[in-house]
């Protein structure tokens, strides 16, 4: 036997070295711009960015023109012949529509066939920043894989740089490329760039159906591969979409990428240049340029496969393997769980029946960490709204440790309330057959997440067996043995966390989430953790209270609005032509005293249906405002006819004051049918926010010569509709001086902007 403490140190050596391993930041070292010329360096790309990166540039306003015009003279440069599609892009599913410049160069192969891999990004921002991450950063890593490529040697395959356009607005050039630019019939595959943020991983989060192959070529083909099948199969069950949505629709194989590192930064002005983290861009680069070699000398014929698993397990070690292995892993779970439930038997007399109470312990303990989650966000948001100061609480990472401080604690004293009723191994064992339905539920409905259970639960069994539960010190031998068997638990789980807390935050959704997921790996821990819980006893639950309590304290004390982490808010000004009346709005959840000097000191809050679509998950703070007389837009019935019970009208649009974007809204009527510039809006039935007896759409740059719209109507009643147009910016109130914004305050998404609605009858 040795020491205790020794076998112990052993253990924690194990375990933090595993820990460091697994949290440690993928994003590769950025490559200096004296780098040979076939490789990605982002020092390079960075060039590019901060060109493109200077200014917001929605599309619809000058800057975007501006940097339309660097993209075209830039890829003129390397030696390929851009073409600027002008189109109406039309995505239904958003109810959107626009005028839209994509551009496209083809990097020619050698093969002569017209099979070619598309690499994709978006050159347009959103209105309240420059877009550096979101998605400069995807541009510049397409322009520095085409110098790259240029100079190495040539490929098999063409590959076509589609840089998109309107995607901020509803995927608007994506779109159009894929309905009407006659090299979208030559795309096989496409990989598209994306952000959500300015720093972390270029992982690979989502795919197309048969990728084993695509998996494969992308394991081999990125020198830091990163992603998971997990994070797919997530995204499948969510309602966002980007470009690659329009590619897969089209039958094109995809991957696509983004990184989502400090999300504060998303659609704000610190999504900026010299914000954005050089590794991101550099790993962005890397799989941009590997992918294009790898899939240029590839049969993009032969790309289907049965589905794959795969993830990051630390450093730059990515494993695969087919789905195909997924219920055998299940059921290999389930044969060694009863092994060990009958070993078990026999070797502690564990019985069946504390095993099965053990199992439902374990599910109430679940449920009771799931509450502590939802009710310590709850009551810190409370708190900040009312009593401490206001601060960002979506990525405070000294609250979400404070928490996880709460959840040890609790869940070191349901272990010491139960240990007396339920022997150690029976409450792992009990654990176990939790897990083992787990590992059921997400082989049939998650199948791409299973491994997060499979591989740690079997670790856990062999454990049981091997070396867990042994009264007495623990021998040297079975430190050893235990520390290696800890390994896939903490290098997968701790990712897991991690990975949550970046994507989630400290949120609605992530606080129960990070609670859940942090009670499964006190679980899957608990047989190389039991003896030490039962040495610290009662001072474990002390000890991790008094942190949550110090944590929050600090916590409390540090989050606030400050020009380091600016307040985001939308401020309107909202203009109701028909009736000369007008508010200023804000989506503040706190008045502050920028925002009181619009809104006064006790404004109303409320939706504004006039304004916003009622499905806005957002209530506005709202005071009435000075009306300025700025020019409504304008509907012209310029033709109409009927056909039997259907009506349909020929509507000429448009916006006197050239605003950015234009709402067609039709309000007490059911519109059969709707097309703009001759191109089908879609049955507004299929609409995501299909609401009965409305519909509508936006229109993102409208021309200066307006738009014309054809609907389809019930025939027996009149027409009423409702024009809004938004354009950046608040108006010049006559008389009265409004002071800038602050520095610890920041537009968000489409910026401080002007509204004006007017309505219409045919």
């Known amino acids: 036997m040795a020491k205790p403490l020794s076998s112990w140190v052993l253990f924690l050596i194990v375990g933090l070295g595993a820990g460091w391993f697994a949290l440690r930041e993928g994003t590769p070292t950025a490559v200096p711009a004296r780098s040979p010329e076939d490789v990605f360096s982002a020092d390079r790309a960075l060039v590019y960015l901060e060109a493109l990166a200077t200014a917001p540039h929605p599309l619809g306003s000058p800057e975007h023109d501006r940097v339309r015009d660097y993209l075209v003279s830039q890829l003129a440069g390397f030696g390929v012949a851009p073409e600027i599609q002008r189109a109406t892009g039309v995505t239904p599913r958003y109810e959107v529509a626009g005028t839209v410049e994509n551009i496209v160069a083809r990097l020619e192969g050698t093969s002569g066939a017209r099979d070619a891999v598309a690499l994709v990004a978006h050159y347009d921002s959103v209105a309240a920043g420059p877009g550096a991450g979101d998605d400069g950063a995807g541009v510049a890593a397409l322009l520095e894989t085409l110098r790259a490529l240029r100079a190495g040697p040539g490929l098999a ?3 076509l740089f589609v840089i998109t356009d309107g995607e901020e ?12 630019n ?23 989060f989502e ?12 394991a081999q083909a990125a020198p830091h591969a990163s992603g998971s099948s997990l994070t797919y199969e997530i995204y499948k069950h969510m309602p966002n979409d980007t470009d690659m949505t329009v590619f897969k629709k089209s039958g094109a194989a995809g991957l696509n990428f983004a990184f989502i590192g400090h999300w504060e930064a998303y659609h704000t002005p610190l999504d900026s240049p010299e914000r954005l983290d050089r590794g991101s861009l550099q790993q962005h680069g890397e799989n941009a340029l590997g992918l294009a070699r790898a899939l240029g000398n590839t049969d993009l014929r032969e790309l289907k496969d049965r589905d794959a698993v ?3 397990v630390s450093g ?16 290999l779970c389930g044969v060694v769980l009863f092994g060990v439930i009958s070993y078990a038997s026999g070797a502690w007399q564990t019985s069946l029946w504390s095993i099965f109470v053990s199992f439902f312990l374990h599910i109430l303990i679940l449920l009771v960490l799931l509450l502590i989650g939802v009710g310590f ?21 000294f609250y979400v440790f404070a928490l996880f401080a709460l959840l040890l604690a609790v869940d070191a004293l349901f272990y010491r309330l139960f240990r007396k009723s339920v022997a150690p191994p029976a409450f792992f064992l009990g654990g176990a057959a939790l897990l083992f339905a787990l590992v059921l539920v997400t082989s049939k409905w998650l199948a791409g997440g299973s491994y997060t259970l499979v591989w740690p639960l079997l670790a856990g069994l062999l454990a049981t067996a091997l070396a867990a539960f042994r009264p007495g010190h623990l021998s040297f031998l079975s430190a050893v043995i235990l520390s290696v068997l800890s390994l896939p638990t903490l290098l997968l789980f701790l990712p897991l966390l991690e990975g949550f807390y970046t994507a989630l935050g400290f949120s609605t959704i992530g606080a129960p989430l990070l609670s859940v997921t942090s009670g499964l790996l006190f679980l899957l821990l608990f047989p190389f953790l039991e003896m030490l819980l039962e040495a610290a006893g009662k001072s474990l639950s002390i000890v991790a209270l008094a942190a949550a309590l110090v944590l929050s304290i600090i916590a409390a004390k540090a989050t606030r609005y400050s020009p380091a982490h600016p307040k985001p808010s939308l401020l309107c000004y909202a203009l109701d032509a028909d009736t000369g009346k007008a508010l200023w709005t804000s989506s503040t959840n706190r008045l502050d005293s920028w925002t009181a000097e619009y809104l006064g000191s006790s404004p109303s809050r409320g939706k504004l249906p006039d304004f916003v679509p009622d499905w806005y998950p957002f209530d506005f703070l709202q005071h009435e405002a000075p009306a300025v007389a700025l020019p409504p837009p304008l509907a012209e019935l310029f033709g109409e006819h009927t056909d039997g019970a259907t009506r349909t009208l020929l509507l000429h649009i448009s916006t006197p004051r050239h605003a950015r974007t234009l709402h067609v809204g039709f309000s007490e009527t059911e519109v059969s049918g709707a097309s703009v510039n001759g191109h089908d809006l879609g049955k507004p039935s299929e609409a995501r926010w299909r609401q009965p007896g409305h519909w509508g759409f936006d229109y993102a740059n409208p021309p200066a010569e307006g738009i014309a719209v054809e609907i389809r109507v019930p025939a027996a009643a009149p027409v009423k509709i409702v024009l809004v147009d938004r354009s950046s910016g608040l108006p010049t109130i006559p008389g009265a001086s409004f002071p800038p914004r602050p520095h610890d305050a920041m537009p968000i998404h489409s910026g401080d902007q002007t509204m004006v609605r007017r309505s219409f009858v045919f």
């Open 182 to 204: 006659p090299a979208a019939q030559d795309v096989r595959v496409a990989v598209n760039f994306e952000a959500r943020g300015n720093a972390g991983e270029s992982q690979m």
């Open 169 to 180: 607005d509803g995927l608007l050039g994506a779109s159009a490329f894929v309905a009407e």
């Open 316 to 331: 730059n070690f990515f494993a695969h393997y087919s789905s195909r292995f997924i219920w055998p892993l299940a059921i």
């Open 157 to 159: 395959n063409d590959i």
């Open 377 to 397: 966000f709850l009551g810190v948001r409370w708190l900040h709204l009312h009593v401490l100061p206001e601060g960002g609480l979506d990525q405070n990472a």
């Open 207 to 218: 795919t197309s159906a048969g990728n084993g192959r695509l998996v494969e070529i992308f």
């Open 310 to 312: 795969y993830f990051r």
